[in-house]
């Protein structure tokens, strides 16, 4: 009787209800008392889940309105034995919320995980058996030593493995086959360990990572299978034949401290210690669950969790799950759920609270989520990103989008750890969000994304606000392709300002680490009063359709390759009263110049630019507008008053970048703007970015030219059936291929065969070509022809730029034996016979714009054609030379003794 009467008792007059969590409580206790009684009969409660029962219990006896209720959660390490789930009959209300939080001055820890005891040494390693294991009750992926994450058994211990071949998969109709689920190793980089099945073998794509079971490996050919295929959106060696790669969790492999392996048939867990770690004092847990909170409305339903707040908790010790097929995302890990999900939560918040030591994300408002806040919280050690809001695919009804959350005052670090693509704050197909004052830093990709299409079809992501965040050091040459922040589709209404970007370094394939990467038919965004420095490839982005943005008021300084990628678009883009600061590499990047060159040939304008200020401390001469002078760049109608000066920033090596009163681009109308309040705010909290492990680092070095290398290849000491060695092959679908053979050759025994198919589309497939890189001189081309009637071809070189003013030297022939050069037939050359042709040409921009050709059947007389035509205007140098095949037929072409070297003539 006596819980029932304070039950009651407590919602008289809707008064505030007060129930108390503690250590060492009862949840068959009132939870009115702070600490138990005298008599013992009465107490706090001792689970969160009891708390809400009792609440459920206040509601049953006194009716909806009981007025506010808190829930004050006392000091201590609570262990969850399943998730807590918050339910719409957990709801409060605008007058009367609920609120779950830390009691005054106390840590209580909510934790998915288990201690581990009872360990013995064994030799360099401490064991334990754990019979939930063998009994297969339990298994985990992760383990956490002294509040610290520990490697799965691992190889190689530091970096990666390369891939030493691929395997293509069956032939895919119109496609080249693909490699799926095997590849093969360098001898000793992978063996048939014990317990095959469980070991996991990780690649590392451009931008994301793929998880993959091993079913089996065949030592004999080095060959190691998947348990199953990849997803569809990736393959194995998609961006390089030598696909990086490390294997974990063989027990063979435990041979560095800090490694841990875990026997799922004995039970045997077993670790190998850190230097100073002792057995009876170390603190070793790992996950039993994989999510710890549930906020489990239903918005299809009708069904909402409203007025709930989580305050200063911590949220510790969360599992992943793998996937017996393997685990991978087309991009930002976003396959991975949280360890904090919400669907169908109004007007609810996390405020003050801290994840860690968690193997996926960390928060995740997915579904039909409204008016909530996620804010001044600590998420770190994240297996994947920090905090995600709305969902990947659009929804269809309002209902069940996610809209106007506030992300707001996070410390966000050290993601990435099992899924590196994990983001620090994910933000899809919802509108009316606010990101903002947030720290995020130590990401293995980007900081934060907003999306989620990549072309112009409808989605709801608009009118979000991303602004006064510290976004810094992020990707550590992990993953590539990616930006401080990245966005995805068209976004009208959204703004990105007053943030501070800087520090992202990839890996080199390909090496695109930007600062505001606006991506793939990105609009409308407008870009103003960001500070964006210290990236490798550029402080702006916008490829691939992007149009109609803003960009205005913002400093880009201090990249390694390039400042700029602009697209222009039919529908142009704003960039007003910016500062572009360079002390190395390239103005633009020259991937968008083909876009300029259609808006200028159709009569349409590509882009409004001016009032900007640019500078390159090597001097002006160094500003390049793709291959235009700044003259010729304001002759088009581009930065008609915007000047190449110095900014005068107080001190841009020590990244102060504060303007002095006699900027020029002050005079030109650019506002200094104050990053002072830029990340974290609040009194102690503010403080927290101070504990970042980031360092300071100088610019790398601008990417060396590329070095001449001349091609000899008479394909005598190249195996038959391969390609040819230091070319790129394309286009081998459909019975097409670029093989060496041995079924002719114009001297030795050994050839080049060319087999076109009459199946294969595009007509200028199967092609190969080489990168010369020559740039000054005379070179010459040589090669030995034989073609059947049925063939076409044409070699080409091209400088680097835009096809087609890039092309040099082209020469056609057909099947019929004519030699083609602008479209006008120069001489006749054998069919089905062998035949000998130079090409010779002289580079550099003062160089004139012909070449020379002869044209030699094998044992007949030489034609020579002298001051043959360049049509590319560009031409200059030869970074291409290539060879394609362009019959609508079944066709052969074979080459031989080819050459590409400087001539002295």
Not at 190 to 205: A, F, S, T, Y
């Amino acid at each position: 009787m006596l819980i029932v009467t304070l039950l009651v008792s407590s919602v008289a007059g809707a008064e505030p209800a007060v129930l108390h969590v503690a250590i060492g409580g009862n949840d068959a206790w009132s939870g009115r008392l702070a600490q138990p009684n005298v008599q013992a009969t009465d107490g706090p409660l001792a689970t969160l889940a009891g708390a809400l029962d009792a609440i459920r219990r206040l509601r049953a006896a006194q009716g909806a309105d009981i007025g506010p209720v808190t829930v004050r959660v006392q000091g201590g390490v609570y262990r969850l034995s399943s998730p807590l789930v918050i339910e719409p009959r957990d709801s409060g209300t605008a007058e009367a919320p609920v609120v779950i939080e830390a009691a005054a001055g106390q840590r209580p820890v909510i934790s998915g995980g288990r201690v581990i005891n009872g360990f013995r040494e064994n030799g360099p390693l401490w064991e334990t058996e754990l019979p939930e294991v063998k009994a297969g009750r339990w298994h985990f992926l992760q383990l956490f030593v002294n509040g610290q994450r520990r490697q799965p058994a691992r190889s190689p211990n530091k970096g990666y493995h390369r891939i030493a071949q691929l395997v293509p998969g069956p032939p895919i109709p119109n496609a080249k086959p693909v490699a799926r689920d095997r590849f093969i190793f360098a001898p000793g980089d992978i063996r048939p360990w014990q317990r095959l099945g469980d070991v996991r073998i990780v690649l590392m794509h451009s931008w994301e990572t793929s998880i993959h079971p091993v079913k089996s490996v065949d030592t004999r050919t080095n060959t190691v299978e998947f348990a199953a295929p990849m997803k569809e959106w990736w393959s194995i060696g998609y961006w390089e034949d030598q696909q990086r790669y490390y294997v974990e969790n063989a027990r063979e492999l435990l041979d560095e401290p800090g490694e841990w392996y875990l026997n799922r048939e004995t039970g045997v867990l077993s670790y190998m210690p850190m230097p100073g770690e002792r057995i009876d004092q170390a603190e070793i847990v790992a996950p039993a669950l994989t999510e710890l909170v549930r906020l489990a409305g239903d918005p299809d339903a009708g069904r909402f969790v409203r007025h709930v707040t989580i305050r200063g908790l911590a949220f510790h010790h969360a599992d992943w799950k793998l996937d017996p097929r393997g685990n991978s995302s087309t991009q930002a890990a976003v396959e991975v759920p949280a360890v904090i999900m919400a669907d169908g939560a109004i007007d609810c918040a996390i405020e003050s609270c801290e994840v860690a030591h968690v193997g996926t994300y960390g928060i995740w408002l997915r579904r039909g989520n409204k008016d909530c806040r996620i804010q001044r919280n600590r998420l770190f050690d994240l297996g994947a990103g920090g905090i995600r809001v709305g969902e990947d695919r659009m929804a269809k009804e309002d209902v069940a989008e996610t809209s106007r959350i506030l992300v707001d005052n996070n410390h966000i670090r050290d993601g990435g750890n099992v899924f590196a693509a994990g983001i620090g704050i994910w933000l899809a197909q919802a509108s009316h969000n606010r990101i903002s004052h947030n720290d995020i830093h130590d990401m293995l990709y980007s900081g934060i994304s907003v999306g989620w299409n990549w072309d112009l079809s409808p989605n709801r992501t608009h009118h979000n606000v991303i602004e006064f965040n510290h976004v810094h050091n992020l990707v550590h040459g992990v993953l590539s392709d990616a930006g401080l922040i990245y966005c995805l589709g068209v976004s009208p209404g959204s703004v990105i300002r007053n943030n501070v970007f800087h520090d992202i370094w990839p890996y080199e394939q390909p090496a695109f680490g930007w600062g505001i990467y606006l991506d793939a038919q990105t609009g409308n965004y407008l870009v103003e009063n960001n500070l964006v420095y210290n990236t490798q490839s550029g402080g702006l982005m916008f490829n691939n359709g992007g149009h109609q943005h803003i960009i205005r008021n913002n400093i880009f300084a201090l990249s390694a390759t390039h400042a700029l990628w602009p697209y222009s678009e039919k529908r142009p883009s704003t960039l007003r009263n910016n500062i572009v600061y360079l002390t190395q590499g390239a103005l633009l990047i020259p991937y968008g110049e083909k876009s300029l060159n259609e808006r200028l040939a159709a009569g349409e304008s590509p882009g409004d630019w001016d009032r900007n200020v640019y500078w390159h401390t090597g001097g002006a001469e160094k500003l390049r507008f793709y291959r235009r002078t700044f003259a010729q760049w304001q002759g088009i109608g581009m930065d008609r008053d915007s000047r190449i000066a110095d900014p005068q920033f107080q001190n841009a090596a020590e990244h102060d970048f504060r303007l002095r009163p006699t900027s020029p681009a002050i005079e030109l109308g650019f506002k200094p703007f104050d990053i002072s309040g830029v990340g974290l705010y609040g009194q102690g909290w503010a403080q927290e970015s101070s504990h970042s492990r980031c360092v300071r680092r100088p610019l790398p070095p601008p990417p060396a030219p590329p070095k001449p290398t001349a091609v000899h290849d008479g394909f005598e000491q190249t195996p038959v059936g391969s390609r040819p060695a230091g070319a790129t092959v394309d286009g081998e679908t459909d019975g097409a291929s670029i093989r060496v053979s041995d079924l002719r050759a114009a001297s030795g025994t050994r050839s080049l065969r060319i087999a076109d198919s009459a199946r294969l589309k595009p007509s200028w497939q199967p092609h190969f070509f080489y990168r010369p890189h020559f740039a000054a001189g005379t070179i010459r081309q040589s090669f030995d022809a034989w073609i059947s009637p049925e063939s076409q071809f044409f070699t080409e070189w091209r400088d680097e730029g835009e096809y087609p003013q890039s092309v040099g030297p082209s020469v056609r022939f057909d099947g019929s034996g004519s030699v083609i050069v602008g479209g006008r037939i120069l001489a006749q050359a054998p069919v089905r016979a062998w035949f000998h042709v130079e090409i010779e040409a002289s580079l550099g921009k003062d160089s004139p714009r012909t070449f020379r050709m002869t044209i030699r059947p094998v044992g007949g007389a030489e034609q020579v054609f002298d001051g043959l035509p360049i049509s590319g205007l560009e031409f200059r140098e030869v970074h291409w030379l290539g060879f394609s095949a362009t019959a609508a037929a079944d066709a052969e072409i074979f080459l031989d003794n080819l050459n590409v070297a400087p001539t002295e003539r």
